[in-house]
């Protein structure tokens, strides 16, 4: 005995007339994002630029400040450097002055006798920033050499 199947599906390759009868398939949910889904998505975007660009401008700032300092080491070099050429052995004291090739900069010198009779101490701030008057300091032992070494034999 045979029995035959009965099913109201359809198969493969044939269509079927669906659950309302009316020859359409059933209708799913739509595919894509709603407009919350979206407006979230924005709203995320939007305060991880915010967040990004306030680290830009503190890069920006960073970078500034790196190249003052860094033109403030190199003028400090030049000026122990002319120091050494000029001065050769530069009496105690403070003083002060401007960069000539630098506008905005200044430096400003200490000079200290030490336990060592031929050499000084030299400390030597460069200054673009009142507000960081020790931003740039470079400390330097100089050497009388006007004077001969004693060799005694």
Known sequence: MW???TSTSARPGERGAGAS???RAPRSRAQG??????LVALTI???AFVG???L???NLAMV???EDLTRATLLGRQFITEMELIEQFPETGTTRGEFSNAPGFYWEREVEDTDLPTVRRVVVHVVWDPRMPNACELIYYIRDRREPDDITN
């Open 33 to 38: 994002f709603t407009l919350i889904e979206v």
């Open 64 to 66: 500034a400040r790196d």
């Open 3 to 5: 029995r035959r199947a």
């Open 52 to 54: 990004l660009l306030g």
């Open 21 to 23: 009868g009316t020859g």
């Open 45 to 47: 975007v939007a305060f």
């Open 56 to 58: 830009h401008n503190r």
